[in-house]
């Protein structure tokens, strides 16, 4: 299922968590899945996530009419509600839900590719047994294609019905879990916050993301039995795409031709064919993307937006231009101008002279080391970068 967050808060995860919760007997629970999806959709909500999970059962009717009274009961009055986000700037859609059940399909990687990289349409994807719904038919479809071929876990935890305000969690059992090996993206190290619990309007109390099952099983239940955490109705481990990169192609080269600071921060480099961004909120990048010059070379990887520009998620510099300058008047300190070809320097203000000369300026950017955004500004598709990356070059 997918696209049944709404203005209440919701989200797809807990729906399926429900849905779980009152399956007949007799049906068997397997794998929970949360796959994310072309994060430039524009008919999105939140986080752009959509679920699914394989049921097994000998009475498929009974499954068939129980899905029915629960799409009725339960997503039907979510549909066309208006998701508040107060971080999202782009237009807001009314959720379309969608859930659809399929007997037989095959993973496809090629699906699966298109959903993370385009825009697609009903009609482009196979035709389930059943469906309900509408646009969120899509990223439903593509939820139950995904071959998980990389995957890694998060752990979710919802709060307790009409839950408001601020979240309680453990302070120690957040700090056990930040520092078991398997986890990652628990806080942002720049920044010093916790990333577990989500901002603003949700029912989930927190998420926990792992590299395997186990871990998430693990960190799931550090948290749920810390002493100060406030009550769940519920968790679940789910396998995702989250830090595969399975949004990204893979690395190019840029010589720079231009670099173009925007309003708000924001960076645009030019190379000869294509234009790449940089956000105020990647940090380092944006920073670094700022002090470049006409023929520094950098490699970089990023998804293509629908105006063309390249947004960049990793980079790093291959080739720095010398950048040279007039020397400073020794007595004014001010740089010296030409005053001619093999006229020598003068300075404009004391007539100082000097021979003809020039300065490099020292550049003092980081050479050959992969950057990323902050782990607050990141998607939830991109890995982490760790020492290994740089080391080995294999993001
Ligand atoms: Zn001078």
């Known amino acids: 299922m997918d696209d049944t967050d709404s203005l209440h808060g919701g989200c797809t995860t807990e729906v399926l968590f429900h849905l779980i919760q009152n399956l007949p007997p007799n049906v068997e629970v397997g794998q929970a899945r949360l796959v994310r999806l072309w994060p430039f959709a524009r008919q999105r909500t939140r986080g ?10 000998s009475d498929e009717p009974s499954l068939l009419e129980f899905f029915d009274r629960f799409w009725n009961d339960t997503i039907l009055p979510l549909k066309g509600r208006i998701e508040a986000s107060r971080h999202n700037e782009r237009e807001q859609f009314p959720s379309d839900p969608g859930m659809v059940w399929f007997t037989e399909l095959e993973p496809n990687v090629h699906l699966y590719r298109n959903g993370l990289r385009q825009e697609m ?16 038919r899509i990223g ?8 998980a071929q990389t995957s890694t876990f998060e752990g ?17 059992a957040v700090e056990l879990v930040d520092n078991m090996d398997s986890t990652f993206l628990c806080r942002d190290d720049r920044l010093g916050t916790s990333l577990l619990a989500p901002r603003g309007n949700s029912p989930v109390l927190f998420g926990v993301r792992t590299w395997t099952k186990e871990a998430a099983e693990e960190a799931l ?17 789910f396998e995702t795409n989250h830090a595969t990169n399975d949004h990204l192609e893979d690395s190019i080269d840029i010589e720079i031709k231009r670099v173009e600071i925007l309003k708000g921060g924001h960076t645009l480099l030019y190379s ?46 291959k080739h720095l231009v010398d950048v040279r300058a007039r ?13 001619g070809r093999n006229q020598g320097l003068r300075c404009k203000k004391c007539g100082r002279q000097i021979e003809d000369s020039w300065v490099k300026t020292p550049r003092s950017l980081p050479v050959n080391r992969w950057i990323q955004p902050p782990a607050s500004a990141r998607r ?10 740089n080391r080995e070059n294999n993001l």
């Open 48 to 57: 752009n996530a959509a679920v699914a999970i394989e049921l097994k059962t």
């Open 121 to 136: 349409t009903i009609a482009e994807l196979p035709p389930p047994a059943k469906s309900w719904g509408g646009h969120g």
């Open 140 to 147: 439903a479809t593509l939820a139950v294609c995904w071959p």
């Open 156 to 172: 979710i935890a919802w709060r307790l019905p009409y839950s408001h305000g601020n979240r309680k969690l453990d302070a120690k």
């Open 221 to 237: 239940q550090l948290l749920i039995s810390g002493e100060q955490t406030e009550s769940v109705q519920g968790y679940l481990v």
């Open 272 to 317: 000869s064919t294509n234009q790449y961004m940089a956000f105020k909120e990647s940090g380092e990048i944006a920073s670094i993307c700022q002090q470049l010059c006409q023929g520094d070379v950098i490699e970089c990887m990023g998804m293509q937006s629908p105006d063309g520009s390249v947004h960049i998620e990793y980079l790093r510099i």
């Open 327 to 339: 020397p400073l008047c020794s007595i004014c300190n001010k740089a010296m101008s030409s005053m």
């Open 380 to 389: 939830h598709l991109a890995k982490p970068l760790d020492e290994a990356s």
